[in-house]
């Protein structure tokens, strides 16, 4: 291995689903119940999907549970947590996670897609946005574009109501 000479730029280390700093935490159980457990990936934003049993679904329209997290803490021989079984799920916290698309700026907020869970951040949210958190410390890798550590403060984020509505 030859001596490095530069110093590299950007989030270069992690792995999604992983708490990335010491500090407040606050994480639930519950069971995944998503209509394509091939969805259930960690770091990914799951929702309520029925409250009576505590069953959460990825992505979806109901409250917010958190960002599935501690992936080396399960027995998984597929690339997706399986339906039926119990996984925690960060409400407040700095986790890696994987983005879609990111700005490349600190504080930005960070929503996720109903429909799988995905996360990206954005300058401004649009309509129908769900703000979960905001991109922490530190903004996704250049090296692998994808990876950044987001903060999750437990307070729900909703796009301002414009006057008159």
Known sequence: MAIPKSVSHGLTSGV?????HA???RAVAA???SADEKQN???RAYTYKDDSVESVQVGGKGAFAGIMINPKAYRIEVNHARNGTQGEFLAMGEVYVELE???GKINAPVVFDETDGSLSSKLVPAAGDRVI???SRHVESSESAH???IRLTEIPYPAAVK???
């Open 163 to 165: 006057e008159g509505e």
């Open 133 to 135: 958190g905001f991109v």
């Open 16 to 20: 999604v689903g992983e708490i990335s």
């Open 147 to 149: 990876l950044s550590v």
């Open 23 to 25: 500090g407040p935490i």
């Open 41 to 43: 990936i960690f770091g």
């Open 31 to 33: 069971i995944l119940s």
């Open 101 to 103: 698309e990111g700005v």
